[in-house]
């Protein structure tokens, strides 16, 4: 089971895949990393998680420039496995991002929430504007989120 986001941009995929595999452009939204990742492994923190968010062991286990980025973030059981899909057609790139749950638990749940947070911070490092807060960020997508499962629920009570 996986969390699965796009966004799509009005830009070439080059460009678009600068903001993953350049680290300068990465850290405009989501974090740093150091290495080399021609070898396949690279430290990463996370630049939006406190003054005190720790460097994590990536392993790369697939990069087909510019079209797909696979990683392990973090510790052997505990490691985020992550995906990034880039696809052009028109002039417009669609990013895909996807993160494997192992569970339905509300911790992971809200990892949903977060990565939303992180691609519109994407969004706003491409376009240079102003990247989105993210206690306001939450509180608007949680406020969605609720009407959407209210919605849902009378709606099936209504089928039944």
Request: net charge negative.
């Amino acid at each position: 089971m996986y969390v699965v986001l796009d966004r799509i941009f009005r830009a070439p995929i080059e460009e678009v895949w600068s903001y993953f595999s350049r680290s300068p452009r990465l850290a405009q939204w989501i974090g740093e990393y150091t290495g080399t990742p021609s070898t396949g492994a690279v430290r990463f923190r996370m630049n939006q998680e406190g003054e005190n968010a720790e460097w994590e062991n990536v392993a790369i286990l697939l990069c087909d420039a510019p079209h797909r980025l696979h990683v392990d973030v973090g510790r052997s059981l505990c490691a985020l496995v992550m995906y990034v899909h880039l696809t052009e057609a028109s002039g417009n790139t669609t990013v895909t991002f996807g993160q494997r749950m192992q569970s339905l638990s509300e911790e992971e749940a809200n990892m949903g929430v977060g990565w939303d947070f992180y691609l519109d911070r994407l969004v706003a490092a491409h376009d240079d504007k102003t990247p989105p807060d993210w206690l306001e960020h939450y509180k608007t997508l949680c406020r969605e989120l609720d009407h959407d499962l209210r919605a849902e629920r009378l709606s099936a009570q209504q089928r039944r």
